[in-house]
């Protein structure tokens, strides 16, 4: 059975589909059922920190019926954004319907498309990356690409990373700061990629302006066949997909730094650098990915394959809730600043990044 609990992320795809056949305030079920029901089943269910045995391990990681599962959920995404367009584009956007499909859509942008992108875009095999580039299209955060995986990941934990939130740092300041310091982070990243290989600025090689051109046509293509209301469709859902995936940022990574080690360096990335969930909900709908401490110490480790660790720091609860506790700052400093102080008398001369 722990093969086909991830079957459980497509029950976005199903509520989505369900509030595209709704009006009113019930075309806002994915909205509901992801930041309503998961959320208070998570409360409910115990957190699961087993690992897989080694020979499971190794059985899991041959599996095909996993890439299956990452592949199904990204025609997912590519299948409802094109009946997402034909069907948002027969509404009015004084409309509550209109919002409420553009926003349930915007879920399943930040979960089939967004996080599968963000799963696939580690992945080794050049057609899976450029799937992640197509799903990421969908959200108009293509850069997320770059900056994820030649920036973050080098980053994490730093003052020069865009996507570790400082202590302190409301989610509000913190989108506004991730959003504009990463699309500069990425078109930064590609410059030096161009410069170290000696590639001109205007050409094929140039991955950030190619991304860029795509994205521009993609709103020129859904404005020539949907309209203006099939564009404020896709520009809802896309910065509400963007808007979960830097919220997803903020409570992985908020106030944990990395130890200055020398002048021009810190300590390795470790499992300590990043916050974890072992909450099976939140783990199945996510595919693994709030097991996100193992990630940024193994990047390339498969989603069904990675690992708890003792040692790294614990959400209180799964992605879902502690998504929505970010809203309410507040409340999420009183919660989250405690566990910080216990973790810095853990780990001594370590810093939380600040604000």
Do not use: C
């Not at 959320?39 to 990681?61: M, Q």
């Not at 875009?121 to 057609?127: A, I, L, S």
């Not at 410069?195 to 950030?208: A, E, G, Q, V």
């Amino acid at each position: 059975m722990r093969r086909y609990r991830y079957l459980l992320a497509f029950t976005i795809t199903l509520s989505t589909l369900v509030s595209f056949q709704l009006t009113g305030w019930l075309s806002f079920a994915t909205v509901v059922y992801a930041f309503g029901i998961l959320p208070l089943l998570e409360l409910i269910l115990p957190p699961e920190s087993t690992n897989l045995s080694k020979p499971e391990e190794e059985v899991f990681a041959r599996d095909k019926i996993f890439d299956f599962f990452i592949l199904l959920a990204a025609f997912s995404q590519f299948f409802l954004f094109v009946y997402f367009l034909k069907n948002v584009s027969q509404l009015r956007p004084d409309d509550v319907t209109f919002w409420g499909r553009s926003l349930s859509f915007g879920v399943h942008t930040g979960v089939m498309g967004i996080n599968v992108g963000h799963e696939l875009g580690h992945r080794t095999e050049k057609w899976m990356q450029r799937i992640a580039m197509g799903l990421l299209n969908t959200s108009l955060y293509a850069h997320f690409y770059i900056e994820h995986n030649f920036g973050h990941h080098k980053n994490v934990g730093t003052p020069h990373d865009p996507s570790t939130a400082r202590y302190n740092e409301s989610v509000y300041i913190f989108w506004i700061r991730a959003v504009f310091t990463g699309i500069r982070s990425a078109y930064r990243i590609q410059l030096d990629i161009l410069k170290r290989r000696k590639l001109p600025f205007y050409s094929r090689h140039n991955l950030f302006l190619m991304l860029s051109a795509i994205q521009i046509a993609l709103i020129s293509i859904v404005y020539g066949i949907f309209g203006w209301i099939g564009v404020l469709g896709f520009l809802t859902s896309a910065v509400t997909g963007f808007l979960l995936l830097e919220t997803v940022n903020y409570i992985e990574h908020y106030g944990l730094a990395r130890k200055k080690v020398s002048e021009r360096r810190y300590e390795d990335v470790n499992v300590t650098h990043s916050w974890n969930s072992n909450h099976i909900i939140g783990r199945s709908v996510l595919f693994e990915l709030s097991r996100h401490s193992d990630h940024h110490e193994n990047p390339h480790r498969k989603y069904q394959i990675l690992k708890h660790f003792d040692q790294s720091p614990q959400m209180p609860t799964g992605y879902p809730g502690m998504m929505l506790l970010t809203l309410i700052p507040p409340l999420w400093f009183s919660i989250m600043n405690k566990k910080i102080k216990i973790l810095n008398g853990n780990f001594q001369g370590r810093a939380a990044v600040q604000a």
